[in-house]
């Protein structure tokens, strides 16, 4: 029984076989010939809202074959304080998998440990693994006319503009670590990547390939791709005025692109709020991709799930 949990969860061999069958689940999405999760039932459990992680493992199980079952927080048993445990070991009994978006990354090991089912890391406050195995396929749409070797990441710079101690900054810490990326990391000092990545990283072997720069301009310098996210994730609303305030100098913007490559893409992991993390202009731009990423989830979620099924393991 295997878990995703996070981005290395995967040996290399399987992440190449993943990434090639994600390309060819888009290429022949009009016949939908793969069953891989035929006769199987898989839980969503929510306990963020969603739209693309939501609606993109709904119809990605759905095009498998399989059952999705939609759970969420306030609607289970957990709302009325059922542990985890429990929770866990009678879901095994019900379910051919289990999907999780949630708050604290601790939760979702805490399931795994005890359920004899796949377990997908859909979103924690720590990483964000499918959003950034979907966002690597699309940077290889675009660096490799759709090779689905890895080799077309190695090298490449991409600017992480922000919260650069957030989910999806630490997932592309992990991310560059793996695939060969350098990532350079631009945000307000308060808000630099924490020691639990760097201690991820070390317990795994991986040598860091990033760089932390509170200078914009220095930030993007050369850089392939720019990224972003919220600047007030869910959870962080408390903090909302003291975030947009601090987060301020690293807004997005046209200019950010001066010092970066001439054909440097614009990537956001969705949802966006213009005027704050990224200016209309930029989102309205040709560097933009964020819907390409967007679409990249179905196809890559797919192949995950494929690679986790029970049936296929």
Request: hydrophobic share 35%; glycine share 8%; charged share 20%.
């Amino acid at each position: 029984m295997r878990n995703f949990l996070q981005e290395n969860d995967f040996q290399k061999e399987e992440v190449v076989q993943i990434f090639a069958n994600a390309f060819d689940l888009k290429n022949t999405r009009a016949q939908r010939p793969t069953k891989d999760l035929a006769g199987q039932s898989w839980g969503m459990l929510f306990y963020k809202q969603s739209t693309r992680t939501r609606v993109s493992f709904e119809v990605g199980i759905r095009e498998l074959g399989g059952n999705p079952l939609i759970l969420d927080q306030s609607s289970t048993q957990i709302g009325r304080g059922e542990s985890i445990e429990d929770t866990a070991k009678v879901l095994s009994r019900f379910l051919d998998g289990l999907i999780i978006r949630t708050h604290g990354h601790e939760l979702i090991e805490e399931f795994a440990r005890h359920t004899s089912i796949p377990v997908v890391n859909a979103l924690t406050d720590f990483l964000h693994p499918c959003q950034i195995y979907a966002d690597c396929m699309t940077l290889l749409e675009k660096w490799s006319d759709g090779n689905t070797s890895l080799e077309g990441l190695k090298g490449k710079k991409l600017a992480f503009f922000g919260d650069t101690s957030c989910n999806m900054a630490n997932s592309w810490i992990l991310a560059g670590a793996l695939f060969g990326l350098e990532i350079s990391l631009c945000g307000p000092e308060s808000f630099k990547p924490g020691k639990e990545i760097q201690q991820l990283l070390q317990d795994n072997n991986l040598s860091p390939t990033w760089n932390f720069t509170p200078d914009p301009d220095a930030g993007a310098l050369g850089a392939d791709a720019v990224y972003t996210d919220v600047w007030v994730s869910m959870g962080c609303e408390e903090e909302s005025q003291g975030r947009l305030q601090a987060m301020q100098p690293y807004q997005v913007k046209d200019s950010t692109f001066e010092s970066a490559r001439q054909d440097c893409l614009f990537m956001h992991c969705m949802p966006a709020h213009p005027g704050e993390e990224v200016s209309q202009s930029v989102l309205d731009s040709q560097r933009a991709i964020l819907f390409d990423q967007a679409e990249n989830r179905l196809h890559m979620q797919k192949a995950i799930l494929s690679a986790l099924s029970p049936h296929n393991s």
